[in-house]
C-alpha cells in the first residue's frame, strides 16, 4: 500500500517506521529543516513543504496514495489535508492533539475517516489506524504497563502450541483469547494457537518486545524497535515522551 504521512515528528516518523518494515511504500511531508533531514537520514522520502496545501500533497502523490495520515501537531493542517486527500478517494487518519476533541470530529469530519490521539495510545496506535494489524495497543494501565491485542501469525514461534504451553515473560499476561473471527473470551488451557487468533495481553513495557517476538513472530531488532513505538520511549534519547 501506499501512504502519505504528513509530519516527521515523533508520532510520524515512528509511525512510518513501523509501515515500512512491513514493506508498505511511505512519502513522508514535512516543513521543519531538522525534522526533513531526520528523516532523509533514514532513507524515507521527503517532500518538503506545508502539508494543508494541493500542490504539496500533489507533490508526494496524494492521487496514487491509499491513505494518509495527518499526525502534525497543528489541527488545522491535519484537518485541511484530510479534505483535500478525501476528495482524491484516499483512506484519512486525523491526529488530534486534545482527547476531548475526538467525538466532535468523529461527528462531524465527513472527510475523516479515522481519529487518534497519539499521546494515548503511542505511534503504534497510530499505525494501526493507518491499516490495522497484528498489534494492537488498547489501553495504558500504568505508566510501565499497557494491554495490547495480538494476532497469531505463520512467523510466531508459538504457533501449534495449547494456552497451558504458552509461556510468556513473568511481567506478562494472557487476559483474553479468541479463535480467528469469534468472540473473546476467558482462555482455556487445551485452547490450540493458530493463525489469526487473538491474545490480549497485560505487559510491562519492559517485556514488550520479548511478547511481540513469542506471538507475533518479529525479528529481535523488529520487536524492540515497535514495542519503542508502543510505549513512547525514544530509542535516539532515551526519554519518555
Known amino acids: 500500500m501506499r501512504f502519505v504521512i504528513i509530519g516527521a515528528g515523533r508520532v510520524g516518523l515512528r509511525t512510518a517506521r513501523v509501515l515500512r518494515e512491513e514493506d508498505h511504500d511511505v512519502t513522508i511531508i514535512e516543513r521543519d529543516e531538522a525534522m526533513i533531514r531526520r528523516a532523509r537520514t533514514q532513507e524515507f522520502t521527503v517532500v518538503e513543504g506545508d502539508g494543508s496545501r494541493e500542490d504539496v500533497l500533489d507533490e ?59 499521546e494515548r495510545l503511542g505511534a503504534i496506535g497510530a499505525k494501526n489506524a493507518l491499516l490495522g494489524g497484528t498489534i494492537r495497543a488498547i489501553a495504558d494501565i500504568a505508566p510501565h504497563l499497557q494491554i495490547v491485542e495480538l494476532t497469531i501469525t505463520e512467523a510466531a514461534p508459538v504457533n501449534g502450541y495449547t494456552i497451558s504451553e504458552l509461556e510468556l515473560p513473568a511481567d506478562a499476561t494472557v487476559l483474553a483469547f479468541g479463535k480467528h473471527e469469534q468472540p473473546l473470551g476467558i482462555p482455556s488451557e487445551d485452547e490450540s494457537l493458530a493463525v489469526g487468533d487473538r491474545l490480549i495481553v497485560l505487559a510491562d513495557f519492559a517485556v514488550l518486545s520479548e511478547v511481540r517476538q513469542l506471538l507475533v513472530g518479529e525479528d529481535p531488532k523488529q520487536a524492540t524497535a515497535n514495542a519503542d513505538a508502543d510505549s513512547g520511549i525514544d530509542a535516539d534519547t532515551g526519554g519518555i515522551h
Not at 478517494?89 to 482527547?99: F, K, L, N, S
Open 60 to 118: 508526494a502523490g496524494i492521487a496514487q496514495a491509499d491513505v494518509l495520515g495527518a499526525l502534525t501537531g497543528d489541527l488545522n493542517v491535519n484537518f485541511t489535508a484530510c479534505m483535500i486527500a478525501k476528495y482524491h478517494g484516499c483512506r484519512t487518519v486525523m491526529r488530534i492533539d486534545e482527547a476531548y476533541r475526538e467525538g466532535i470530529y468523529r461527528k462531524y469530519a465527513d472527510a475523516v475517516d479515522e481519529v487518534i490521539y497519539p
